[in-house]
């Protein structure tokens, strides 16, 4: 019996599914289902783990197991030789190395780790899970299917997601080097729509432009399933095409969002469902940094962690289920003030009335400066994680520039798909502004290198970047290493430029909101009231996340200060004074007034949110 088959004989392993997959592996021409491995020592457990699997899920996926550590890689070397693909390696959480060993042979599939239910921190599963060794777990016995089901179903799902798609609803044409491209693919994975890339260079790619009738100077073109062409589309062209508002309609509303992060869609979903008329403006797409991430590991409730773009595109569904009117591709230019209204200029030219107002427009990646390195953007230079990009980053050399978290995550998550990465860091050490875990997960991983004190000073490259010159900040040297992307992470500047002076800032443009407005010089609070926590200098506008001073830089703090601010607003509306904010100040660097009730007196400043 050959060796692939060896795990039916395991008793009670195999059921009537089970062995409709091996028999469709075999068939000459069937497709070959993706193989779920288990190994588990314990005979009995490992049996009873397989049949529930092939219970559920053998009609999907053919389901092995051994519990002997030989048999186990003998089993997994000859999947690998036959190029049989292996979607999730199941195994016994006491033998980490040997699952590290399987994932070698199995690059691609999802570990998973049984562990007895032991919540200590010496449990197998938080190392793991800490050193980024194993990608879920779970506890057994569980006591129904449904434990199982739910968690397998999570596994494959994530599993799905990182692999090209068996349906395309979009089929992007365009060159290898194409700047617009990863925007395109950017907005697509935002919006979780399965979608194909296809290289004017390649042989698919000019096959399909002559089908959709187009010559090659017509990209990039995105080609619908429905056969419908978009050249070169712009971000509205996008948006529409995806079935999502691009016009506001609305002449006047209760709250008026501006941004569609986690602030702003987490107010929209507690507005429009305790009653308020709300409407959200976003310049782009659904999700803001967050929906940029690949895999956001401390959002509370996912322990496993959650896809930063599947989060927000859950989270806004919520809000347009609970009543709020969302509306794409429509960027904020001006806020005013109108009979006692506030008034939000869009870029279209059209205007919308509101009672109040909520700043969540968050930060954009600060630059690097090297001219060349900006001239490839879109071509192998990246700002931000580009979870788009991730694909396309397979077999290559990678580089990522920061020492926050998300340059850390990012690092973590290429190193699944990349030939190598490397963290580039300005300062001695990572410890001030990276989280613990993703230290120790970058020190555990194979193929990921740390540089400190290294700065990147000069790009190379034509159509696409190809190689970068990096300065050991200590020695002054410097070298060049060939590059396949470079992923830019060094930190933000608030979207909060467009605002008018009346709003009052700090000198890094943050916004000020609640009692700093009394203890900053040049902020202006002129009521007879404390301003409300997340209150501007401009009442009934208020602010919440990353584009407000002091914010905490994470996806739970934005989530709540957009929840706490539909509270704000509600107290706000209440007051009388709500329908007569007052005119807007001469300028934000006024000289200080504070004439509110605490005026003059002063209060420690907070000291500024860790660096991301
Ligand atoms: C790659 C990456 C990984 C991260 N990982 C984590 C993590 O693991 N854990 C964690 O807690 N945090 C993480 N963060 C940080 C977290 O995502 C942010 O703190 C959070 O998204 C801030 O939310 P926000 O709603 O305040 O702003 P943003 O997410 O920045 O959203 C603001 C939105 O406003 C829109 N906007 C801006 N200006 C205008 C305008 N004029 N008109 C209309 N719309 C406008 C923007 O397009 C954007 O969609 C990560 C960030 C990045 C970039």
Redesign the pocket.
């Known amino acids: 019996m050959p060796e692939i088959e060896r795990g039916a004989d395991i008793e009670a392993g195999v059921g009537p599914s089970e062995r409709r997959a091996h028999a469709a592996t075999a068939a000459v021409g069937a497709p070959v289902l993706p193989v779920v491995f288990v190994f588990d020592e314990d005979r009995a457990s490992l049996a009873a783990v397989m049949a529930d699997l092939s219970r559920r899920f053998g009609n999907d996926f053919a389901v092995r197991g051994e519990c002997s550590p030989e048999l186990t890689l003998a089993s997994l070397r000859d999947l690998a030789e036959r190029e049989l693909p292996v979607a999730l390696l199941l195994f016994d959480g006491r033998h980490g190395s040997l699952l590290a060993r399987a994932h070698e042979l199995h690059p691609t599939a999802k570990r998973v780790l049984l562990v007895d239910r032991d919540y200590t921190s010496t449990s197998p599963a938080v190392r793991a899970m800490t050193l980024g060794e194993a990608d879920f777990h779970i506890v057994r016995p569980w006591a129904d299917d449904e434990v199982m089901y739910r968690a397998m179903s999570e596994y494959l799902s994530s599993l799905t997601s990182e692999h090209e798609p068996s349906f395309e609803l979009f089929r992007i044409v365009a060159s290898a080097g194409d700047s617009r491209v990863p925007e395109i693919r950017d907005v697509m994975t935002r919006l979780h729509l399965p979608f194909g890339f296809y290289p004017l260079e390649g042989e698919q790619g000019p096959r399909l432009l002559e089908e959709a009738g187009l010559d090659r100077e017509a990209v990039p073109v995105v080609i619908g399933h429905d056969g419908r062409t978009m050249v070169d589309p712009s971000m509205a062209q996008l948006a529409a095409a995806f079935g999502v508002s691009i016009k506001n309609e609305v002449e006047s509303c209760d709250l008026a969002i ?7 869609l987490t107010a929209a979903v507690y507005a429009a469902s305790e009653g308020l008329e709300t409407v959200v ?4 797409v659904s ?4 929906g ?2 690949p895999l ?4 509370p409730g996912f322990p496993h962690g959650v896809e ?1 773009g599947l989060l927000m595109e859950r989270t806004c569904e919520q809000a347009w289920l609970m009543g709020a009117k969302i509306v794409f591709a ?4 001006a806020l005013e003030q109108d009979s006692g209204r506030h008034v939000v200029r869009l870029a279209d030219g059209s205007r919308l009335s509101a009672r109040t107002v909520l700043v ?4 954009r990646w600060r630059r690097l400066g090297v001219a060349r390195l900006e001239g490839l953007i879109g071509s192998g230079v990246y700002y ?2 580009a979870a788009g990009e991730t694909r396309a980053m397979q077999d290559r050399e990678v580089f990522v520039v920061g020492a926050g ?2 340059a850390g ?2 690092c973590l998550h290429l190193a699944g798909h990349a030939r190598r990465v490397t963290l580039l860091a300005r300062g001695e050490s990572l410890g001030r502004s990276m989280s613990q875990y993703l230290i120790d997960g970058l020190l555990a991983a194979p193929n990921v290198e740390v540089r400190l004190r290294t700065e990147v000073v000069d790009g190379a490259g034509g159509e696409v970047l190809e190689g970068l010159t990096l300065c050991d900040r200590a020695s002054g040297q410097a070298h060049t290493v060939s590059a396949g992307g470079l992923f830019i ?1 060094i930190g933000g500047e608030p ?1 909060a430029q ?1 605002l008018p002076p009346a709003v009052a800032r700090d000198a890094k443009g943050y916004i000020l909101t609640g009692t700093e407005l009394l203890e900053q010089a040049g902020a202006d609070w002129e009521l007879d009231r404390e301003p409300l926590t997340l209150e501007t200098s401009l009442p009934g506008v208020f602010a ?4 407000r001073r002091g ?1 905490m ?4 703090s ?1 989530v709540g200060e957009g929840a706490t601010a539909v509270r704000l607003v509600h107290e706000h509306l209440q007051r009388p004074q709500a329908a007569t904010p007052r005119a807007p100040a001469p300028s934000r660097r006024a000289a200080p007034r504070r004439r509110g009730r605490r005026a003059g007196r002063r209060r420690p400043r907070r000291k500024d949110a860790p660096a ?1």
């Open positions: 501006l941004g569609a992060g986690p602030a702003g403006l976003e310049q782009e999700g803001g940094q967050a940029t991430s956001i590991r401390n959002y930063g429509q960027q904020v230019v969540a427009t968050g930060m931000g994680a978290n998300s995550q990012a992470m979207h467009w919440a996340g990353d584009v914010a830089g994470r996806v739970a934005a991301r």
